[in-house]
């Protein structure tokens, strides 16, 4: 079988025209007919027999409905033959003058309607009345006639139409005699017609058979595959050699059990284990002397991974799965190791885990912030409880500051250090508090060296004699609350010492050991890293909060139109670039601006003090809003096209009141809108063109002017107040209208801003504050008519007298006689230098105030130039004059020309020149 298998496998060769040159078919019946497997082989002797079987049981059945049919026609003919020969009249037609005649059509008839070959009638003599088909059968017909005068006689004979059954009857008077013969004859193929119809269904039922035993074979052949895994007879029995082989030479011990809990299989191992009595098979699990709780989860399958358990002075680790999902019957299998050897390792393995864990944990939770107290706090957190009872951090001072430590830090006789955390498992432990100044290393065994920074370990503290007399009570009471050991290890980054950490451990706990140490070593050294990088970055922050805070306005300046209050809030993480200021302007307006910056740190801080000074430059020239925005864009756009670090962006609304109409101007760059808040308490956001942020260029800007009853408060406000990392600036708008609304409708400036924070920065958690907010309050006044004086003058220079002596009639009327005359002077020169070189409306205004100011406005806009005139010069002396009269003095252009302006104190000393003149 073997060399035919491998004569069939090899085939014939490329080119011979063999089946297998012919295709696919041929090749997977040859791997078909080459099946290794015993369910292959099964398979095929089981087909093979079926094809047999059927085969067999058709022939027979085909044979039988032959033999079947041949005797059907013996029936046919003989039943025929003799009713013929009976039937009356027959004997009274062969007596008939012309039998033909009479019998031609009765023998057609009967041949037809009776499915025979023919109907032949024969005198007694062999005269054929009707004869038979001419030929053999004729004469084979009329050689039966003799034999079958006694009776009817059926032969078979053969012919060229094939095998014909006849049988011949003799037909009798009515006395006996002999009147003739009548044959009939049919062929096989005539009398077979019910048996052809049988044939379809008796073929369709085997085909069915067939086709069902096929099936039936080839479930059984997916079933045995299945249990045999495809394998071959040599295989199955190389692999239960090789399973019996392993099973007993495996250092694990498997047991297997039935689902009724009784043991299917117990190798050798097992059975040392779990010291089994000999003979296992077959008896329930309950009986083998196991511990109970081992022998319940044996009988019970529960499922289990590497559960330990006593038996004997063994630890076995016991994994146990059930067999019933993985194809096999209801019950499980048991594995069982011994692990005694295995625990001790095993213990210093999990505790090596758990410190890397604890090492990778402290990289996460310690540093998550910049701030140096918090820092130290998440070192001692992360300590307790997973690695000792108790955690101190000490730091230097200059460290908490943001400082560079002492050098002389870390040695036995370098400055104090101040507790800055602590964490233990209890309350209660007499440990320094958080923020007392304690000797650095306090925990430093005397004796070793002095300028030691690295760990030191005190395994028991009690047998530290040196220790306790240097820490006297509070060495005892340590010792009396129960901590026993500790290690203090240096907080070193960069080589500088930044401070010290502790670890203590009480009587209940492990005293610290070697591994400990070391352990403590690198998480101090990792924590140190995060410690100073807060310490840098504090140092960083306080330079640019100082700075920042350096170039904001440290006091408003003294003026009466407006009640102001602001707030500023540095963000918690990085110094920004927010600013604001009050500008005094001439005619007794104010300017408010609020201004921020993008970005966080020094250059941040920078860039604001730059652009707070060209703000108070361009305010100097009194420029509109929006032209003053527009100036202010130009140069951010000139300094970021200078090279080096540009400006990458800012924002700005610059707001001018004038008192005496109530009219405020204001023009935004990208600035969030600002506030009106209005004297009855209702608050609305001002509709102004926004304008594009400052140094973006391209499109001008636009003021608007707002007309602001008195009492209105103005908020404005910069995008750290509305908006951050909790919230979205939508909602910030909403929090500060809110804000606004329930604040005192008569509330002081003071008032609205505590209001306002407490809605929006306050109500947010502090850590969440990742921008600094600016907010700006002010409140109106007006100057009352009283306070304001206008004259009209003509292009008359003998009008200047006039107009100088009702000024110094309502100085009079203000109570100031002292300024009259450095008014006079004052005006005489204003006035007649708009009548020479001015053109019309010429009008002089006082506005008493804090200040006295004097406006002379024409309708020209040619500006007066201070200059130092020679001694020998007539004229050009008389704004010099204007100047040292003054506090200081100015020209602004408005729509319609230009006003100059010059401001008086009202508390100024003797004038000098008038005490000149004995005046």
Same mark, same amino acid.
């Given at each position: 079988?073997?060399?035919?298998?491998?004569?069939?496998?090899?085939?014939?060769?490329?080119?011979?025209? =063999?089946?297998?040159?012919?295709?696919?078919?041929?090749?997977?019946?040859?791997?078909?007919?080459?099946?290794?497997?015993?369910?292959?082989? #099964?398979?095929?002797?089981?087909?093979?027999?079926?094809?047999?079987?059927?085969?067999?049981?058709?022939?027979?059945?085909?044979?039988?409905?032959?033999?079947?049919?041949?005797?059907?026609?013996?029936?046919?003919?003989?039943?025929?033959?003799?009713?013929?020969?009976?039937?009356?009249? +027959?004997?009274?037609?062969?007596?008939?003058?012309?039998?033909?005649?009479?019998?031609?059509?009765?023998?057609?008839?009967?041949?037809?309607?009776?499915?025979?070959?023919?109907?032949?009638?024969?005198?007694?003599?062999? #005269?054929?009345?009707?004869?038979?088909?001419?030929?053999?059968?004729?004469?084979?017909?009329?050689?039966?006639?003799?034999?079958?005068?006694?009776?009817?006689?059926?032969?078979?004979?053969?012919?060229?139409?094939?095998?014909v059954v006849n049988t011949t009857a003799p037909v009798t008077r009515a006395d006996g005699s002999l009147a003739g013969y009548t044959s009939v004859g049919i062929t096989p193929e005539q009398a077979s017609q019910v048996a052809n119809q049988q044939l379809p269904v008796l073929f369709t039922g085997a085909a069915a058979a067939l086709v069902l035993g096929v099936l039936g074979i080839a479930l059984v052949r997916r079933r045995l595959r299945r249990q045999t895994h495809g394998l071959g007879p040599e295989e199955m029995t190389r692999m239960y050699e090789h399973h019996d082989a392993v099973l007993h030479a495996v250092r694990e011990g498997v047991l297997i059990v039935g689902g009724?809990?009784?043991?299917?299989?117990?190798?050798?191992?097992?059975?040392?284990?779990?010291?089994?009595?000999?003979?296992?098979?077959?008896?329930?699990?309950?009986? !083998?002397?196991?511990?109970?709780?081992?022998?319940?989860?044996?009988?019970?399958?529960?499922?289990?991974?590497?559960?330990?358990? !006593?038996?004997?002075?063994?630890?076995?680790?016991?994994?146990?799965?059930?067999?019933?999902?993985?194809?096999?019957?209801?019950?499980?299998?048991?594995?069982?190791?011994?692990?005694?050897?295995?625990?001790?390792?095993?213990?210093?393995?999990?505790?090596?885990?758990?410190?890397?864990?604890?090492?990778?944990?402290?990289?996460?939770?310690?540093?998550?912030?910049?701030?140096?107290?918090?820092?130290?706090?998440?070192?001692?957190?992360?300590?307790?409880?997973?690695?000792?009872?108790?955690?101190?951090?000490?730091?230097?001072?200059?460290?908490?500051?943001?400082?560079?430590?002492?050098?002389?830090?870390?040695?036995?006789?370098?400055?104090?250090?101040?507790?800055?955390?602590?964490?233990?498992?209890?309350?209660?432990?007499?440990?320094?508090?958080?923020?007392?100044?304690?000797?650095?290393?306090?925990?430093?065994?005397?004796?070793?060296?002095?300028?030691?920074?690295?760990?030191?370990?005190?395994?028991?503290?009690?047998?530290?004699?040196?220790?306790?007399?240097?820490?006297?009570?509070?060495?005892?009471?340590?010792?009396?609350?129960?901590?026993?050991?500790?290690?203090?290890?240096?907080?070193?980054?960069?080589?500088? #010492?930044?401070?010290?950490?502790?670890?203590?451990?009480?009587?209940?706990?492990?005293?610290?050991?070697?591994?400990?140490?070391?352990?403590?070593?690198?998480?101090?050294?990792?924590?140190?890293?995060?410690?100073?990088?807060?310490?840098?970055?504090?140092?960083?922050?306080?330079?640019?909060?100082?700075?920042?805070?350096?170039?904001?306005?440290?006091?408003?300046?003294?003026?009466?139109?407006?009640?102001?209050?602001?707030?500023?809030?540095?963000?918690?993480?990085?110094?920004?670039?927010?600013?604001?200021?009050?500008?005094?302007?001439?005619?007794?307006?104010?300017?408010?601006? #609020?201004?921020?910056?993008?970005? %966080? =740190?020094?250059?941040?801080?920078?860039? +604001?003090?730059?652009?707070?000074?060209?703000?108070?430059?361009?305010?100097?020239?009194?420029?509109?809003?929006?032209?003053?925005?527009?100036?202010?864009?130009?140069?951010?756009?000139?300094?970021?096209?200078?090279?080096?670090?540009?400006?990458?962006?800012?924002?700005?609304?610059?707001?001018?009141?004038?008192?005496?109409?109530?009219?405020?101007?204001?023009?935004?760059?990208?600035?969030?809108?600002?506030?009106?808040?209005?004297?009855?308490?209702?608050?609305?956001?001002?509709?102004?063109?926004?304008?594009?942020?400052?140094?973006? =260029?391209?499109?001008?800007?636009?003021?608007?002017?707002?007309?602001?009853?008195?009492?209105?408060?103005?908020?404005?406000?910069?995008?750290?107040?509305?908006?951050?990392?909790?919230? =979205?600036?939508?909602?910030?708008?909403?929090?500060?209208?809110?804000?606004?609304?329930?604040?005192?409708?008569?509330?002081?400036?003071?008032?609205?801003?505590?209001?306002?924070?407490?809605?929006?920065?306050?109500?947010?958690?502090?850590?969440?504050?990742?921008?600094?907010?600016?907010?700006?309050?002010?409140?109106? %006044?007006?100057?009352?008519?009283?306070?304001?004086?206008?004259?009209?003058?003509?292009?008359?220079?003998?009008?200047?007298?006039?107009?100088?002596?009702?000024?110094?009639?309502?100085?009079?009327?203000?109570?100031?006689?002292?300024?009259?005359?450095?008014?006079? !002077?004052?005006?005489?020169?204003?006035?007649?230098?708009?009548?020479?070189?001015?053109?019309?409306?010429?009008?002089?205004?006082?506005?008493?105030? %804090?200040?006295?100011?004097?406006?002379?406005?024409?309708?020209?806009?040619?500006?007066?130039?201070?200059?130092?005139?020679?001694?020998?010069?007539?004229?050009?002396?008389?704004?010099?004059?204007?100047?040292? !009269?003054?506090?200081?003095?100015?020209?602004?252009?408005?729509?319609?020309?230009?006003?100059?302006?010059?401001?008086?104190?009202?508390?100024?000393?003797?004038?000098?020149?008038?005490?000149?003149?004995?005046?």
């Open positions: 079988m073997d060399a035919e298998h491998d004569r069939v496998a090899e085939g014939p060769r490329a080119g011979s025209g =063999g089946p297998a040159a012919r295709g696919t078919p041929w090749r997977r019946l040859r791997s078909w007919l080459a099946a290794r497997s015993i369910a292959g082989r #099964v398979f095929l002797w089981l087909l093979l027999a079926m094809v047999l079987l059927v085969s067999a049981v058709a022939t027979a059945l085909t044979l039988q409905i032959q033999h079947h049919v041949l005797a059907d026609a013996r029936e046919h003919t003989t039943s025929a033959a003799a009713a013929l020969a009976h039937s009356p009249g +027959m004997a009274a037609a062969l007596d008939s003058p012309d039998p033909t005649a009479q019998l031609q059509p009765v023998a057609e008839q009967i041949r037809t309607s009776g499915g025979l070959f023919y109907v032949a009638f024969y005198s007694p003599t062999g #005269v054929g009345y009707v004869p038979g088909p001419p030929g053999t059968i004729d004469q084979h017909l009329r050689g039966t006639l003799q034999q079958a005068a006694a009776g009817p006689r059926t032969t078979t004979f053969g012919t060229p139409r094939g095998t009724d809990a009784r043991v299917l299989l117990a190798n050798d191992e097992a059975r040392r284990l779990l010291e089994l009595p000999p003979e296992v098979e077959g008896r329930p699990v309950s009986a !083998l002397g196991l511990a109970p709780e081992l022998a319940e989860q044996l009988a019970a399958g529960r499922e289990a991974t590497d559960e330990v358990h !006593l038996v004997g002075d063994r630890l076995l680790a016991v994994n146990i799965r059930p067999t019933a999902p993985f194809g096999g019957q209801p019950g499980s299998v048991v594995t069982v190791r011994d692990t005694t050897e295995l625990s001790a390792l095993t213990g210093r393995a999990e505790q090596a885990k758990a410190r890397l864990q604890l090492l990778y944990d402290a990289g996460l939770r310690v540093g998550t912030t910049l701030d140096i107290t918090r820092t130290a706090q998440e070192l001692a957190d992360i300590a307790v409880p997973r690695f000792a009872d108790f955690a101190t951090v000490e730091l230097a001072d200059p460290v908490l500051r943001g400082d560079e430590p002492s050098p002389d830090t870390g040695r036995a006789d370098g400055p104090q250090v101040r507790r800055t955390a602590l964490r233990g498992t209890s309350a209660d432990a007499p440990l320094y508090p958080v923020g007392t100044q304690i000797s650095f290393l306090p925990t430093v065994l005397p004796g070793s060296d002095p300028d030691a920074v690295s760990a030191v370990l005190t395994a028991d503290l009690r047998e530290a004699r040196r220790w306790r007399s240097r820490y006297g009570a509070d060495a005892e009471l340590l010792l009396g609350y129960g901590i026993r050991s500790l290690i203090s290890a240096p907080l070193q980054a960069r080589g500088v #010492v930044l401070g010290v950490v502790s670890f203590w451990r009480t009587a209940g706990t492990e005293p610290f050991d070697e591994d400990d140490l070391s352990f403590a070593t690198e998480l101090a050294a990792r924590a140190a890293i995060s410690i100073d990088n807060a310490r840098r970055y504090t140092r960083e922050h306080r330079t640019a909060e100082t700075l920042q805070r350096s170039l904001l306005p440290h006091d408003l300046p003294a003026q009466s139109p407006l009640d102001l209050a602001y707030r500023y809030l540095p963000a918690t993480q990085g110094v920004g670039g927010d600013w604001f200021d009050v500008i005094p302007l001439s005619g007794l307006r104010v300017a408010l601006v #609020v201004g921020d910056v993008v970005g %966080h =740190g020094l250059h941040a801080a920078a860039t +604001m003090g730059r652009l707070r000074t060209a703000v108070l430059n361009f305010s100097a020239l009194d420029l509109p809003p929006d032209e003053l925005i527009a100036r202010l864009d130009e140069l951010v756009i000139r300094l970021d096209q200078g090279g080096g670090t540009g400006i990458t962006g800012a924002t700005c609304v610059y707001a001018v009141y004038d008192p005496v109409s109530g009219d405020c101007d204001i023009a935004l760059a990208g600035h969030p809108p600002p506030v009106l808040l209005g004297p009855d308490g209702g608050a609305q956001f001002v509709e102004l063109p926004a304008g594009l942020p400052l140094g973006v =260029g391209g499109l001008p800007f636009e003021s608007t002017r707002l007309s602001l009853p008195v009492g209105t408060r103005l908020v404005l406000y910069t995008d750290g107040l509305v908006a951050g990392r909790h919230r =979205g600036i939508g909602d910030g708008l909403t929090a500060l209208r809110d804000g606004l609304a329930a604040a005192p409708v008569h509330g002081s400036p003071e008032d609205i801003c505590e209001a306002v924070l407490g809605a929006t920065v306050r109500a947010a958690p502090p850590a969440q504050q990742s921008d600094d907010a600016t907010l700006l309050v002010a409140r109106t %006044h007006r100057l009352a008519p009283s306070q304001v004086a206008v004259w009209e003058v003509p292009s008359d220079p003998a009008a200047v007298s006039r107009v100088r002596s009702e000024c110094v009639d309502r100085l009079t009327e203000w109570g100031l006689e002292p300024l009259a005359f450095t008014t006079e !002077l004052l005006l005489s020169e204003l006035i007649t230098n708009a009548i020479r070189y001015g053109t019309q409306p010429i009008t002089v205004r006082l506005l008493r105030d %804090h200040t006295l100011v004097c406006e002379v406005a024409d309708g020209s806009s040619t500006a007066p130039h201070l200059r130092y005139a020679a001694t020998t010069d007539e004229g050009g002396r008389g704004l010099f004059l204007v100047a040292q !009269l003054t506090q200081r003095w100015g020209t602004r252009y408005t729509d319609r020309g230009k006003i100059i302006w010059a401001e008086q104190s009202l508390t100024a000393a003797p004038d000098p020149f008038r005490d000149a003149l004995n005046l």
